[in-house]
T-cell receptor
Framework: NAGVMQNPRHLVRRRGQEARLRCSPM?????VYWYRQLPEEGLKFMVY????????ESGMPKERFSAEFPKEGPSILRIQQVVRGDSAAYFC??????????????FGPGTRLLVL | AQKVTQAQTEISVVEKEDVTLDCVYE???????LFWYKQPPSGELVFLIR??????QNEISGRYSWNFQKSTSSFNFTITASQVVDSAVYFC??????????????FGKGTKLSVIP
């Protein structure tokens, strides 16, 4: 499968627990984006990363949320001390990173987080 | 700030009918990109098309066609002879420089299309 991979596809957490969402970009892609789809709000940008660098985190909540894209391995979106309002679908997208910044972003299947 | 408006929240059509999904955008940039994505009931987001602001040619791909009109800031999407498999939520999106180092996508709220057999 050459597409963007996300796991887990579904994640259930109790309030106060941590959630870790993983994203493996398409083969050959070095740019990763995270978006959140909240009910009634649509898809919103959270963060843009390149290998080992956070480029733009202007859409990320200031507390409890963090993201990384290490030299080796998948990108991780981490949510600490989850609350019910964090329940949403989290999508990862990737782009090649070799033809300018307006490249098409290809999305993964998403992780559905449910906080009980 | 950029904005994307999809005024149609839900549309239902009977199979084989044509349907047009509207998208209107606002931007201050002279250079920008527009996209359409499809989200079927299974939940993934599927890329359909990308257009840049300098190319106003209409595009046709099979049963899909797109009408980009810069003068009215619209980028409408038409499905000809709709099929049940076209049932999905369709998102229009605008790519514009964020000012913080990225060309993030701003999405409309989506139009849910139901094609009835």
């Amino acid at each position: 499968n050459a597409g963007v991979m996300q796991n887990p596809r579904h994640l259930v957490r109790r309030r106060g627990q941590e959630a870790r969402l993983r994203c493996s970009p398409m083969k050959g892609h070095s740019h990763v984006y995270w978006y959140r789809q909240l009910p009634e709000e649509g898809l919103k940008f959270m963060v843009y990363l390149q290998k080992e660098n956070i480029i733009d985190e202007s859409g990320m909540p200031k507390e409890r949320f963090s993201a990384e894209f290490p030299k080796e391995g998948p990108s991780i979106l981490r949510i600490q001390q989850v609350v019910r309002g964090d329940s949403a679908a989290y999508f990862c997208a990737s782009s090649p990173g070799n033809s300018g910044s307006r490249e098409t972003q290809y999305f993964g299947p998403g992780t559905r987080l449910l906080v009980l | 700030a950029q904005k994307v408006t999809q005024a149609q929240t839900e549309i239902s059509v009977v199979e084989k009918e044509d349907v047009t999904l509207d998208c209107v955008y606002e931007t201050r940039d002279t250079t920008y990109y527009l996209f359409w994505y499809k989200q079927p009931p299974s939940g993934e987001l599927v890329f359909l098309i990308r257009r840049n602001s300098f190319d106003e040619q209409n595009e046709i791909s099979g049963r899909y066609s797109w009408n980009f009109q810069k003068s009215t800031s619209s980028f409408n999407f038409t499905i000809t002879a709709s099929q049940v498999v076209d049932s999905a939520v369709y998102f229009c999106a605008l790519s514009e420089y964020s000012g913080a180092g990225s060309y993030q996508l701003t999405f409309g709220k989506g139009t849910k299309l139901s094609v009835i057999p």
